[in-house]
């Protein structure tokens, strides 16, 4: 092998090393919560009154009127921005090792932020005044 052979192996080898690392690490890129998300929330509707949503980073708990509660341990997230709301898609796991998937639509500028599940349009969320300082 003559010394030109030898470069071109030992750049083919490191730009190859290259491509792989960028593939693993966009690969490991993990989407978040959007932090204005982030809160404790409760809903005016009166099928949740006494009902409450904690959203944290990394779990979701639903917390129901006679005091039980259902907590999702976050594995994914995805959202979109669609004009001036975020469509979140948010992949959980409960208590059963049973897969969720919360499909939320989130207005961050709507009254100081309102949530609602996208397939409960009319059932709006709003950050709870009293929970906050929980979160």
Request: hydrophobic fraction near 40%; aromatic fraction near 10%.
């Amino acid at each position: 092998m003559n010394r030109s052979n030898i470069r071109y192996a030992t750049l083919m080898k490191l730009g190859s090393g290259l491509l792989l690392l960028l593939v693993l690490l966009s690969a490991c890129q993990r989407e978040y919560i959007p932090k204005g998300m982030v809160a404790a929330w409760v809903s005016e509707n009166k099928r949740y009154l006494g009902c409450y949503l904690l959203i944290s980073p990394d779990e979701i708990t639903l917390g129901a009127a006679d005091a039980t509660m259902h907590d999702y341990d976050v594995r994914k997230v995805k959202s979109r921005k669609r004009g001036g709301q975020l469509d979140v898609a948010i992949t959980a796991i409960d208590d059963q090792q049973m897969e969720v998937t919360f499909s939320l639509i989130f207005q961050p500028d709507k009254d100081d932020g309102i949530l609602y599940f996208e397939n409960q349009p009319d059932v709006v969320w709003q950050r709870s005044a009293y929970l906050s300082p929980l979160y």
